[in-house]
Structures are given as structure tokens and as C-alpha cells.
């Protein structure tokens, strides 16, 4: 396992749709744990293959509850209901965070890391966590659909001094 970079907006593998995952072996296995491991080590929720300069259809998500560890390949959003508005960063855009209009409750399904079948239904934070990937793999980000958008290195900055 190793961390890998982040890309940064704007880096154009943000901007791409994310090709579908056909093979699934060992090298597939190292992508899921390095982008797990880099997700913990950057103290993120969340994190698309996009995000690490690989234009691939998988995610990791952990929102730090008893839920733990999902990991997703070709994750698709195959229902959702209900409206939620809140705060979200990215760990491809530093420093800024907005609020953002989701939905409050999801079902995603996709496949694990041995290619098999997984639904998995999500709602409040953790719905939040699997949108935001999504878009990831859609070349879509958090700036696109937010209704506010701010500043926090000034924040951190304040608090430091």
C-alpha cells in the first residue's frame, strides 16, 4: 500500500467521465487499499479514483462512523429521495468549502473488488459522502453544484494565531 498525490483542481482528470472498471484482479485490490490509505492520511470522507490521476469508476468512503470502510466500483445511484443542504470540501479543492444541495437518502449500487453485485442504502452524511464521489467519477465538482461557496483558509488561519 502507498499514499498516492491528490490532484488539484484544475487538473483536467477532474473534468473526465470516469471509465467504467472490466478487470477485476490484484492491481484493482492495490488501487482500492492505496486510495483508502491516502483518503486516512489526508483526513478526508471520501475519495474517487479520479482524484489520484486515475480515470476509473471507483470510490472509497468513510465518514469516521461504525459504518466504516465502503469501497465501490462503478457505483451507480439507482434511487434517491428527500433534500438535504449542507457544508462540503474536497480534498481536490483546498481551502474552500460551500454549501450543496443533495439528497437526503440513496441507494447505490455497483460491485466490490471481486466484481460481485452490492446495493448499499445511504442517508444524511453518508448519502452526502457517496453524491459527492459519484460526481467525482462524473467529472462533476462540489464548486459546479454549490449554493455558496467560501473561503476557509482564512478561518484556519484566525485560529492559528
Known amino acids: 500500500m502507498s499514499i498516492r498525490l491528490i490532484v488539484k483542481d484544475p487538473d483536467p482528470v477532474l473534468r473526465e467521465v470516469a471509465k467504467e472498471v472490466t478487470k477485476f484482479n490484484s ?40 459504518s466504516g470502510l465502503f469501497e465501490m466500483v462503478n457505483p451507480v445511484i439507482a434511487e434517491q429521495d428527500g433534500e438535504q443542504v449542507g ?13 450543496v444541495k443533495r439528497a437526503d437518502r440513496i441507494v447505490v449500487q455497483g460491485q466490490n473488488s471481486d466484481g460481485e453485485p452490492i446495493s448499499i442504502e445511504a442517508s444524511g452524511y453518508l448519502s452526502r459522502a457517496f453524491q459527492h464521489e459519484i460526481d467525482h467519477l462524473n467529472g462533476i465538482l462540489f464548486t459546479d453544484l454549490a449554493i455558496s461557496v467560501y473561503d476557509i483558509s482564512e478561518r484556519k488561519n484566525k485560529g492559528s494565531e
Open 27 to 66: 492491481n484493482l485490490k492495490k488501487l482500492l487499499k492505496d486510495m483508502a490509505e491516502t483518503m486516512y492520511d489526508a483526513e478526508g470522507v471520501g475519495l474517487a479514483a479520479p482524484q489520484i490521476g486515475i480515470s476509473k469508476r471507483v470510490i472509497v468512503v468513510d465518514i469516521g462512523d461504525e
Open 87 to 99: 457544508p462540503e470540501g474536497c480534498l481536490s479543492i483546498p481551502n474552500l468549502n460551500g454549501e
